[in-house]
């Protein structure tokens, strides 16, 4: 029989969530930023091998939330460990021993699902300090999603702790997100990679148009922030910065799609986006307090 499920993975902002999920998976789906934060929506991965098909759940960082978006990042996080078959409490292992899931998450009870620990960035340890950590957690798994070390063992463990089930996807599938989506990340994710301070923290981005039947492929994309001075500094001088953002992002774009792209950017200014519940319902988060939750 085969097994098939949900493997949330959840932990910290900087844990190294998205760069595990695209490990596993073997493709790049979720962005990845040394900025913490990055990832504010659960991405979908499914990895299958053999009879046994994972359909992993990137979520945001555990943290407290300071305004809107934070709750509505917690609350994405705690629906995906609530839909969990077994769910993966990722640590960074150069911040030594981690607190217990359930105190990093606020439950108020354990999880239904089987917890495994797993310690991250263990490539970054000297082997006097993995001794002392396997002595102090023993039950953990030591892992470097950069690497892959432990990677394959994990992988093993996960879809053994997995219910039997036929698959829920289609074996050649490796996500449920949308182009669209993807697109949208990719460019947030090169605006990360080359902006400063606060500004990148307070950028939201959306594909407002997608002409896939036109050749190259028309995407005309918005990146909002929430001042005027954000917007300059993401413009830069003479246009000069956006002009680089759409030029690192349009061939990141291309190599996802396969084909050639003209990438039209936007730049609006959405007064305290982070901060007002409409306008985060209007980019496709869903708050803590929403009937569908």
């Known amino acids: 029989m085969s097994r098939a499920g949900i493997v949330t993975v959840v932990g910290k902002p900087n844990a190294g969530k998205s760069t595990l999920l695209n ?4 493709e790049k789906l979720a962005i990845v930023s040394d900025k913490p934060q990055s990832t504010r929506d659960r ?41 969990a078959d077994v769910i993966v409490y990722l640590a960074d292992a150069t911040e030594r021993v981690p607190p217990p899931l359930q105190e990093v998450a606020e439950l108020t009870s354990p999880p ?58 289609p074996e050649d599938e490796i996500s449920t997100a949308s182009v669209r989506f993807f697109v949208a990340e990719l460019v947030r994710e090169t605006a990360l990679e080359q902006l400063d301070e606060e500004v990148p923290y307070s ?29 300059r500094i993401l413009i830069g001088s003479r246009g000069q910065r956006i002009r680089d953002i759409g030029r690192t992002a349009r061939a990141k774009v291309e190599a996802f799609v396969g084909a050639s ?33």
């Open 261 to 293: 792209v003209y990438l039209d950017l936007w730049v609006k200014v959405l007064p305290n986006w982070r901060k007002s519940d409409s306008a985060l319902r209007r980019f496709g988060y869903r708050l803590q307090d929403d009937s569908s939750a």
């Open 112 to 169: 239904r699902a089987p917890v495994i620990v797993a310690l991250n960035k263990v490539d970054a340890l000297r082997p006097a300090e993995r001794d002392e950590l396997r002595e102090l957690l023993p039950e953990a798994r030591f892992i470097s999603a950069l690497t892959g070390e432990g990677i394959d063992d994990l992988l093993t463990e996960l879809g053994q702790a997995l219910p039997e089930s036929p698959f829920l996807y």
């Open 43 to 83: 991405v979908v991965g499914i990895h299958t091998a053999d009879d046994t098909q994972m359909v992993v759940l990137d979520t945001p960082g555990l943290l407290d939330p300071r305004y809107e978006l934070h709750r509505a990042m917690r609350a994405t996080a705690l629906r995906a460990l609530a839909d």
């Open 23 to 26: 490990r596993i998976v073997g």
């Open 203 to 231: 950028l939201a981005c959306v594909v407002e148009e997608f002409r896939e039947t036109s050749a190259p492929i028309y995407i005309r994309t918005v990146l909002y922030v929430e001042r005027e001075s954000q917007k």
